[in-house]
């Protein structure tokens, strides 16, 4: 029977041991590959999201303006006929006097 602690006998289980240690740390150098390309993909969609975004933002911004700029285009025109209308109503003060003194 071969002793175990024979030279070669230790020699060829530290052998053993650095495989499988050497095979653990592939696999966990896969493993980081494998997450540091989820993060790297990760990242990317969310710049192609924050990207889409900011074009969204731009568009509602164009949009609200020339909303605001429509909105007093209407206000002018609301104005406008507001001001007809109570001098249809009211006549002013000067165009009365005018009438009563005749």
């Known amino acids: 029977m071969a002793d175990p602690n024979s030279p070669s006998d230790v020699l060829a289980r530290q052998i053993a041991q650095l495989r499988q240690r050497r095979e653990r740390l ?22 192609d999201i924050n990207t889409e975004l900011k074009t969204i933002h731009h568009n509602l911004l164009e949009k609200i303006k020339r909303q605001d700029a429509m909105n007093e285009e209407m206000r002018k025109e609301i104005d406008f006929w507001r001001n007809k209308l109570y001098e249809a109503v009211f006549p002013d003060d000067s165009t009365e006097e005018s009438t009563s003194s005749s």
Do not use: D, T
């Not at 997450?35 to 710049?47: D, I, M, T, W």
């Open 26 to 47: 592939l696999v966990q150098r896969a493993a980081q590959m494998y997450k540091l390309a989820a993060v790297e993909k990760e990242e990317s969609v969310l710049q």
